[in-house]
């Protein structure tokens, strides 16, 4: 369970996980393994029904391997999220469309086992600051751009200073411009925070530019195709999707997702 | 929460200058177009007058709409007699009625054998016309006040018991699934998520009950009642007095009016976000 860099943050150890209906049942993962040091940054990548999300849900407890095990932080997961060590940010901002913007980044502290100990947790304001939302601290969602909500969904993930940030194609229904400035932006917050994150997606360049590794996962049904280090020196200004070794990756990355 | 609806309100210059429509913005009413149907109730009325007077239609066939008027100012003394208890039946009748289908839907949500065990029940109750209940209820109940409260309780009671059990379980699944991440309890899930989120419906059926309350109220008053807009309605019509039937009409119709306008207020008052938003 350790490695040289003492405890991992996130890892998969034969994970198969088996959905079992009156229909039948459908193997959403097979043997999955998976090793995250802490403050690493892994991209999930793979086509659709590949098992990125469900491999995503076992980590945040919200799906229990039918085998294998899942340890996080060293536990089980299911004390990393009564811990508030984790944040999940999903492909719907879904916020509460009843509360401001700051009102839904203060939700993780107002509810849970462990919202009266505050002690160390970011204040809402600096966090809508740090997405680059000040000023609309007390704006509805419906008055926000899909990209504004997004960015409060990150702020709210990161209020209870998680030490994993789960992403499940967090900028999927985003627009090209408004994608490029928020993957600059994680970046940054993933620097800032040294917060450890699995980042789903569907879009090669996305994933290059933003890990340190990208696990290629192939479907039904869903295991591991590949691990692929993405060898590119942070910071990584967005001109770096540019040059031969992104392009190599990328590439790389297309191969293997046509063999999957 | 008044500044981001001024905010939303002064959009429709920006709409005016070609920029595209925030698709959550609802299309807003010129002044014009909200003196539509004052515009077109005055025709008509004019159109009434004219045509009974030209038809010389008898009085209690057809009072004339000045007829009416003229009942509606020499007789308000004896109408407002007659309004208070009607009034005071259809209020009492919407906040019981209301109150008791909100805690049974709470408690459907919470228990689904409770559910399954008394919602067709309540749905068999429903089905019996109220013209039915009503001197079943009258029996039990007696002829003051109360048979007319409970009467008026029972016809709001079911849009809302349905409305409320629908707005309590059509909570985003996702929501659901932010709210296990944070490990937040059932409670929490409940005054967070849950009652929020049912808020546009029980306005919806809020709505219905504040028109339907005052006419369980007055169909109580038809069965039996020695004042109240029912009992006057009853009287009016069989001494053939028509331009007081059509005054207590009147008057009742205003009632149910300003009561949907007050509910409607609350509900943009208190509903300020945009409903079906995924977000």
């Not at chain 1, 991992?8 to 193997?27: C, I, Y």
């Not at chain 1, 990548?45 to 391997?65: I, N």
């Not at chain 1, 600096?126 to 969904?153: F, I, N, T, Y």
């Not at chain 2, 009992?231 to 009409?249: C, D, G, K, Q």
Request: glycine share 6%; proline share 7%.
């Amino acid at each position: 369970m350790s490695s040289p860099g003492g405890t991992l943050a996130v890892e998969l150890e034969n994970a198969t996980v088996r959905f079992t209906s009156e229909r039948g049942s459908v193997t959403a993962l097979e043997n999955v393994g998976l090793k995250v040091p802490p403050g690493g940054f892994v991209s999930l990548l793979g086509p659709s029904g590949c098992g990125k999300s469900t491999l995503l849900r076992l980590v945040a407890d919200l799906v229990a391997p039918t085998q294998g095990a899942v340890t996080v932080l060293g536990g089980p997961p299911e004390r990393a999220r009564h811990n508030r060590e984790l944040g999940f940010v999903f492909q719907d901002a879904t916020l509460l469309p009843w509360r401001s913007a700051l009102e839904n980044v203060r939700l993780p502290l107002e509810v849970g086992p462990k919202k009266r100990d505050r002690a160390g947790q970011r204040k809402p304001e600096d966090l809508l600051r740090l997405v680059g939302l000040a000023g609309r601290e007390h704006a509805l969602p419906h008055e926000l751009s899909g990209g504004m909500r997004q960015r409060v969904a990150i702020a709210r993930a990161l209020v209870s200073e998680p030490r994993i940030l789960l992403m499940d194609e967090p900028f999927g229904a985003l627009d090209e411009i408004t994608r490029d400035t928020l993957n600059e932006e994680l970046l940054r917050i993933w620097r800032e925070t040294g917060t450890t994150i699995l980042f789903v997606t569907h879009s090669i360049p996305e994933a290059v530019f933003l890990s340190e590794r990208v696990l290629v996962l192939a479907t039904n049904p869903g295991r591991v195709r590949e691990l692929v280090a993405c060898e590119l020196p942070y910071p990584r200004p967005l001109s770096v999707r540019e040059t031969p070794e992104f392009i190599r990756i990328a590439s790389r990355l297309r191969a293997l997702l046509q063999t999957c | 929460m008044d500044e981001p609806r001024t905010a939303v309100i002064a959009q429709p210059a920006a709409v005016a200058r070609g920029a595209p429509a925030p698709a959550t913005l609802p299309p807003r009413r010129s002044r014009s177009q909200a003196l539509l149907p004052f515009a077109a109730a005055a025709v008509l009325v004019v159109a009434w007058q004219v045509l009974a007077q030209v038809f010389s239609l008898p009085i209690y066939i057809a009072p004339t709409p000045i007829q009416i008027a003229r009942t509606l100012v020499g007789e308000l003394p004896m109408l407002m007699r007659n309004f208070v208890p009607t009034a005071i039946e259809s209020l009492i009748g919407f906040l019981l009625g209301n109150a008791i289908a909100i805690v049974v839907a709470v408690l459907f949500v919470h228990s689904r054998r409770l559910e399954a065990a008394l919602y067709p029940i309540a749905v068999f109750v429903n089905t019996i016309p109220i013209l039915a209940k009503a001197p079943i209820l009258v029996l039990i109940f007696g002829l003051g006040m109360t048979s007319k409260v409970v009467i008026a309780a029972f016809i709001c009671f079911f849009p809302t018991l349905a409305n409320m059990v629908r707005g309590l379980t059509s909570v985003n699944p996702q929501s659901l699934e932010l709210m296990r991440v944070l490990s937040a309890s059932r409670a929490e899930v409940f005054w967070k998520l849950r009652v929020p989120s049912s808020l546009p419906f029980l306005f919806s059926a809020l709505k219905i009950a504040s028109t339907t309350s005052v006419l369980g109220a007055i169909v109580g008053e038809w069965i039996g009642a020695d004042l109240g807009l029912g009992a006057l309605i009853i009287e009016a019509t069989h001494n053939f007095r028509s331009p007081l039937l059509y005054a207590t009409v009147f008057v009742s119709s205003a009632w149910a009016v300003v009561f949907f306008a007050v509910v409607s207020f609350a509900e943009r008052r208190i509903v300020t976000w945009k409903q079906g938003e995924v977000s």
